[in-house]
T-cell receptor, first 111, second 110 residues
Framework: NAGVTQTPKFQVLKTGQSMTLQCAQDMNHNSMYWYRQDPGMGLRLIYYSASEGTTDKGEVPNGYNVSRLNKREFSLRLESAAPSQTSVYFC??????????FGSGTQLSVL | LAKTTQPISMDSYEGQEVNITCSHNNIATNDYITWYQQFPSQGPRFIIQGYKTKVTNEVASLFIPADRKSSTLSLPRVSLSDTAVYYCLVGLYNFNKFYFGSGTKLNVKP
């Protein structure tokens, strides 16, 4: 039972490049989330999906788009990466919002 | 959602009991209180959740006074492996958004 799987684990981009972070969960959870964590800071919610087919903005959605492909998968896309988006990105899932299960994170550097 | 306030950091020694308090003065009637633990280079991990009074599991205890404006996470007999950042979250049970604060960095010394 893998839980929440994120790919890739590391990525380096140049300013203006685009990329998609992938997230999949095998716990049959309805809700999925994307957070970012800057060095020494807490996590900030980017987007979330309460259920398959729905998405909504969190605290810091600018510069990002998301897709809830199916119940298992929730992707985060950076259309035109900026140095300010250098961060560690965490995907999480939950059932009835009671307990969040997190992936191991993607470390992204934008040069 | 209710804003939370926690100490930025705490130091302790192995074998001691550690209590981390979180203030949430604007907690709403339907809000639950949840604590997470995060090790470096890992995602946060759920520790415990409560609504009122006291909750205990195999890892920690959570004390919530009657007014629910604060809560205290209690870690019994900490070890070096408990060195981590601890986050207090307050959010509506059926609400979708969970906002993390800056957390409390616990440093356990030998």
């Amino acid at each position: 039972n893998a839980g929440v799987t994120q790919t890739p684990k590391f990525q380096v981009l140049k300013t203006g490049q685009s990329m998609t972070l992938q997230c999949a969960q095998d716990m049959n959870h309805n809700s999925m989330y994307w957070y970012r964590q800057d060095p020494g800071m807490g996590l900030r919610l980017i987007y979330y999906s309460a259920s398959e087919g729905t998405t909504d903005k969190g605290e810091v959605p600018n510069g990002y788009n998301v897709s809830r492909l199916n119940k298992r998968e929730f992707s985060l896309r950076l259309e035109s990466a900026a140095p300010s988006q250098t961060s560690v990105y965490f995907c999480a899932s939950s059932e009835r919002h009671e307990k969040l299960f997190f992936g191991s994170g993607t470390q992204l550097s934008v040069l | 959602l209710a804003k939370t306030t926690q100490p930025i950091s705490m130091d302790s020694y192995e074998g001691q009991e550690v209590n981390i308090t979180c203030s949430h003065n604007n907690i709403a009637t339907n809000d639950y209180i949840t604590w997470y633990q995060q090790f470096p280079s890992q995602g946060p991990r759920f520790i415990i959740q409560g609504y009122k009074t006291k909750v205990t599991n195999e890892v920690a205890s959570l004390f919530i006074p009657a007014d629910r404006k604060s809560s205290t996470l209690s870690l019994p007999r900490v070890s070096l492996s408990d060195t981590a950042v601890y986050y207090c979250l307050v959010g509506l049970y059926n609400f979708n958004k969970f906002y993390f604060g800056s957390g409390t960095k616990l440093n356990v010394k030998p």
